[in-house]
Nanobody
Framework: QVQLVESGGGLVQAGGSLNLSCAAS????????MGWHRQAPGKQRELVAA???????TYVDSVKGRFTISRDNAKNTMYLQMNNLIPEDTAVYYC?????????WGQGTQVTVSS
């Protein structure tokens, strides 16, 4: 079993920054891929950024240059530094981890960007 707990969401003005954290526990290691997804009201959930099992990092085009994903394996924690936030970034952000073929999800954290 894997447990994922997100934190760091909130309300911020456009142009501001937030740093999301995802604390992982259970049968998860640095060899497991992890990522951040988001879901805005009325829209499908989308992958925002991911770190693969080999360490490869990918971003959706809309956040490139503004968001940075990172991982502290010693703390079993993944981060998403979000800069230059825009109202279109408003969504619930979810942490996910792929462990032995099963995709685990956190409960989500709300990010709201006001114009």
């Amino acid at each position: 079993q894997v447990q994922l707990v997100e934190s760091g969401g909130g309300l911020v003005q456009a142009g501001g920054s937030l740093n999301l954290s995802c604390a992982a526990s259970g049968t998860i290691s640095s060899r497991n891929g992890m990522g951040w997804h988001r879901q805005a009201p009325g829209k499908q959930r989308e992958l925002v950024a991911a770190i693969s099992s080999s360490g490869k990092i990918t971003y959706v085009d809309s956040v490139k240059g503004r968001f940075t994903i990172s991982r502290d394996n010693a703390k079993n924690t993944m981060y998403l530094q979000m800069n230059n936030l825009i109202p279109e970034d408003t969504a619930v952000y979810y942490c996910a981890a792929l462990v032995y073929g099963t995709l685990y999800w956190g409960q989500g954290t709300q990010v709201t960007v006001s114009s």
